[in-house]
């Protein structure tokens, strides 16, 4: 299904995975937190939110947002994970805000059968003369027109998305 979740929340369902819009709460924009404050634009975004922490209804609830101001204003998450944790090679903070479901097992550092795997393949990173770095995939979408840089940046990799599918499925 596409298009607009909020009239079906109410339904019956085994589970539901939300990646609410992230662009008025993660960090990344905190430059504009003040003006998106003033016209309504974080408020919205916080309250759409909400709407998936407040469910009671479905036994099993994951929520995925970046590292934003829904630590402080709801909870903080029960997980932080990044895409090279499940074989991708990139770095990006995702959190997962969990209800009824396990933390997403990872091979991070994690003794398997006696035998410790480390993934240490995080991809390319770029500092700038600011001495700000940041994942190079991530520097790269600023070359985008804004909606591209969007759906680039907000992006769910593969190897989160086969784990979700995988262990909660």
């Known amino acids: 299904m596409q298009g607009d979740v909020t009239p079906i929340l109410s339904e019956k369902w085994d589970m539901v995975i939300a990646f609410p819009p992230c662009t008025h709460l993660a960090v990344s924009g905190a430059a504009w937190f003040e003006q998106k404050r003033k016209d309504g634009r974080q408020q919205r975004g916080i309250d759409f939110f909400l709407q998936f922490a407040r469910?009671?209804?479905?036994?099993?609830?994951?929520?995925?947002?970046?590292?934003?101001?829904?630590?402080?204003?709801?909870?903080?998450?029960?997980?932080?994970?990044?895409?090279?944790?499940?074989?991708?090679?990139?770095?990006?903070?995702?959190?997962?805000?969990l209800n009824?479901?396990?933390?997403?097992?990872?091979?991070?550092?994690?003794?398997?059968?006696?035998?410790t795997i480390t993934h240490t393949d995080k991809g390319e990173s770029i500092t700038y003369s600011s001495g700000v770095k940041m994942p190079k995939w991530y520097a790269d979408a600023y070359k985008l027109p804004p909606k591209?840089?969007?759906?680039?940046?907000?992006?769910?990799?593969?190897g989160i998305a086969k784990a979700m599918a995988e262990q909660w499925g």
């Open 55 to 97: 469910i009671k209804h479905i036994g099993k609830v994951a929520i995925e947002n970046p590292i934003g101001i829904m630590s402080k204003i709801y909870r903080k998450p029960d997980q932080v994970i990044h895409p090279y944790y499940f074989g991708d090679p990139f770095s990006k903070s995702t959190c997962l805000w």
């Open 100 to 115: 009824g479901l396990p933390r997403l097992f990872h091979a991070k550092e994690e003794d398997l059968f006696n035998k």
């Open 148 to 158: 591209e840089r969007a759906a680039i940046r907000s992006k769910t990799f593969p």
